[in-house]
């Protein structure tokens, strides 16, 4: 009798454990940048691809997975913890007028908006990156891409951001936006991104 208790009790054992839902949760969420990515979740020797965002994928005890892909199912579940994930980092770009660390007409009228964006922020943490564009000689234009990055850092501060909350940084002409050859003048390369998280 003790023999078919236990042999009854493993039973429903196992049978509460096929039951029991996945072991695993995994979803995709969207990319702060805005850009496509996936994950690849291999159990008994297959692959699962998450490609979209919101895409769950459900993996139970034997390593059989099944996939949701509903938005509004993973808000309601989990709505709470999205919301205290942090804001997303935001990338801001000015541009200069050629040879100065003086803002074009567009981007000083486009400031309101970045000082808008920034004070929504509770605690921003700001690297400002300077950049040039290939006319003028490598050292001027670090020099260059340094005071267009200060003379933003100047403008945030002007505007009520903590001066110890911004990094200044200066790439010069290592980085263009639009690739060029030297002594070339291109206006998306004279530029100041201003990277917040």
Do not use: C
Request: aromatic share 4%; proline share 5%; glycine share 6%.
């Amino acid at each position: 009798m003790a023999a078919l208790l236990l042999w009854a009790m493993g039973l429903l054992a196992a049978v509460s454990q096929l039951h029991r839902g996945p072991t695993e949760q995994i979803t995709l969420l969207p990319s702060q940048d805005g850009k496509p990515s996936a994950v690849i979740i291999t159990t008994a020797g297959k692959d699962t691809v998450l490609d979209k965002p919101y895409q769950t994928a459900a993996v139970d005890s034997r390593g059989a997975v099944t996939t949701t892909g509903d938005s509004a199912d993973t808000r309601n579940r989990y709505g709470a913890l999205l919301e205290a994930l942090p804001q997303r980092a935001a990338v801001f770009i000015v541009y200069f007028i050629t040879d100065t660390d003086s803002l074009t007409p567009e981007s000083a009228a486009q400031l309101a908006e970045i000082r808008s964006q920034l004070a929504a922020r509770p605690a921003p943490e700001i690297i400002v990156i300077g950049h040039t564009d290939t006319v003028a000689k490598r050292e001027y234009n670090d020099a260059l891409s340094l005071r267009r990055a200060q003379t933003v850092k100047r403008i945030l501060v002007e505007a009520g951001i903590a001066e110890n909350q911004i990094e200044v940084q200066a790439r010069g002409e290592r980085e263009l936006l639009v690739p060029t050859a030297d002594g070339v003048d291109e206006p998306r390369n004279r530029r100041v991104e201003i990277r917040v998280r």
